[in-house]
């Protein structure tokens, strides 16, 4: 399914992430239109090399132990405390994110924290890194999470992708509160 999507010049301003299947688009309001067509989906291991490529200097340098980004993120597809996701268009990987789980007494059960966010600049930014931060919440919040986190953005241009998730500004980073799966507030 193809579905038209603003283009980085557009004023239109970004409505809602449709899901057609496994896919996501982004259908907006305006007249500067192109259309775009990815998939978020959980990595797999044959993805790493790839994410590790697209994330540049993002990643450590693996000094506090014998292991590598790369090899972390492989263990990291396989455990049930993480979760590794990746956007591909065209079977080329074009954006992913980390999400890791830890037990927190303070928050009164567990916390995600989005580790990693990365996306191709020339893909759509936006809506690609919107699908992303949509799906760790998603899983946030299916693995029983009281909250997620997410580190300052290097860049303050990049705080509006954040706010419009409902992060807010915490110490150290940013927060936001989630559902569990199966509990309401």
Same mark, same amino acid.
């Given at each position: 399914? @193809?579905?038209?999507?603003?283009?980085?010049?557009?004023?239109?301003?970004?409505?809602?992430?449709?899901? $057609?299947?496994?896919?996501?688009?982004?259908?907006?309001?305006? /007249?500067?239109?192109?259309?775009? /067509?990815?998939?978020?989906?959980?990595?797999?291991?044959?993805?790493?090399?790839?994410?590790? $490529?697209?994330?540049?200097?993002?990643?450590?340098?693996?000094?506090?132990?014998?292991?590598?980004?790369?090899?972390?993120?492989?263990?990291?597809?396989?455990?049930?405390?993480?979760?590794?996701?990746?956007?591909?268009?065209?079977?080329?990987?074009?954006?992913?994110?980390?999400?890791?789980?830890?037990?927190?007494?303070?928050?009164?059960?567990?916390?995600?924290?989005?580790?990693?966010?990365?996306?191709?600049?020339?893909?759509?930014?936006?809506?690609?890194?919107?699908?992303?931060?949509?799906?760790?919440?998603?899983?946030?919040?299916?693995?029983?999470?009281?909250?997620?986190?997410?580190?300052?953005?290097?860049?303050?241009?990049?705080?509006?992708?954040?706010? @419009?998730?409902?992060?807010?500004?915490?110490?150290?980073?940013? @927060?936001? $509160?989630?559902?569990?799966?199966?509990? @309401?507030?």
């Amino acid at each position: 399914m @193809r579905a038209p999507v603003r283009s980085a010049n557009s004023p239109a301003v970004r409505s809602a992430t449709i899901t $057609a299947g496994n896919r996501r688009v982004c259908r907006p309001h305006g /007249e500067h239109v192109r259309l775009v /067509e990815y998939r978020v989906r959980a990595a797999q291991i044959t993805d790493i090399e790839a994410l590790v $490529a697209l994330s540049g200097d993002r990643l450590g340098d693996g000094a506090s132990g014998g292991l590598g980004a790369a090899d972390i993120l492989r263990q990291l597809v396989f455990l049930p405390h993480a979760t590794v996701i990746v956007a591909e268009r065209r079977r080329t990987v074009i954006g992913g994110a980390v999400l890791a789980i830890r037990p927190s007494v303070r928050s009164g059960g567990y916390v995600g924290t989005i580790d990693l966010l990365v996306v191709d600049p020339a893909s759509e930014p936006d809506a690609v890194s919107d699908s992303l931060i949509e799906e760790c919440l998603r899983s946030a919040a299916n693995k029983g999470c009281a909250s997620v986190e997410a580190p300052q953005p290097d860049d303050p241009a990049e705080h509006p992708r954040w706010e @419009r998730q409902g992060f807010v500004d915490g110490e150290p980073g940013l @927060r936001r $509160a989630v559902d569990p799966a199966g509990r @309401r507030r």
